[in-house]
């Protein structure tokens, strides 16, 4: 039960950073450096949340 708590609470995670994240880098208008800045941050949250997941489905 704690590991399907794990898994929907991460997919929530996953949905916010990729609507709140990847919108601005498609949908911006700033410059195309200001673009890759924030997907290149997007793509970091993206990398941590996975590693925890990982880390955390493990230890169980």
């Known amino acids: 039960m704690k590991r399907l708590l794990i898994v929907l609470v991460f997919i929530c ?7 709140f994240g990847l919108g601005p880098v ?8 200001e673009r890759l800045i924030t997907l290149a ?3 970091f949250i993206f990398i941590v949340l996975t590693w ?8 169980k």
């Open 13 to 19: 995670l996953y949905l916010v950073v990729g609507f």
């Open 26 to 33: 498609i949908f911006a208008d700033g410059s195309m450096q």
């Open 41 to 43: 941050v997007v793509l």
């Open 52 to 59: 925890l997941l990982i880390r955390l489905l493990r230890k």
